[in-house]
């Protein structure tokens, strides 16, 4: 048997306390985890187009893909839209837009790590 000692009680609480967190950190990996995107869908394409020109201008197609958007004032095609730039305004600068299919299929996508992603709603 051993004399217990308030040193002895000390360092077993201590170990107890900190069990827990310990064995959690232990299990942190050595690295960053990579930075996973998170995407949703609807870009406003009005939107970009106001941002991007001035607020006279709209969306329209030009065909049924992606790529098909276009603005436009007064009946006139005025150019591109960047909505990977429109993205970055809206949601930050790790953010890109995307298409997965026809026109309609728009989404923005933005990068973040498990460290960050609480500040940002998405």
């Not at 150019?79 to 837009?97: I, M």
């Not at 728009?106 to 940002?120: D, P």
Request: hydrophobic share 35%; glycine share 10%.
């Amino acid at each position: 048997m051993f004399a217990h000692s308030p040193i002895l009680g000390a360092i077993i609480s201590l170990a107890l306390l900190a069990g827990p967190s310990a064995a959690a950190a232990a299990a942190v990996p050595d690295s960053m985890p990579a930075l996973q995107p998170r995407t949703t869908s609807g870009i406003d394409m009005n939107a970009a187009c106001r941002w991007q020109y001035d607020d006279s201008y709209t969306s329209g197609t030009i065909g049924t893909g992606c790529y098909d958007w276009m603005c436009w004032k007064s009946g006139e095609q005025s150019g591109g839209l960047d909505l990977s730039a429109w993205c970055r305004h809206v949601h930050g600068p790790q953010s890109y837009a995307s298409c997965n299919g026809g026109r309609y299929n728009w989404g923005w996508n933005v990068h973040l790590s498990s460290l960050i992603e609480s500040k940002y709603t998405v």
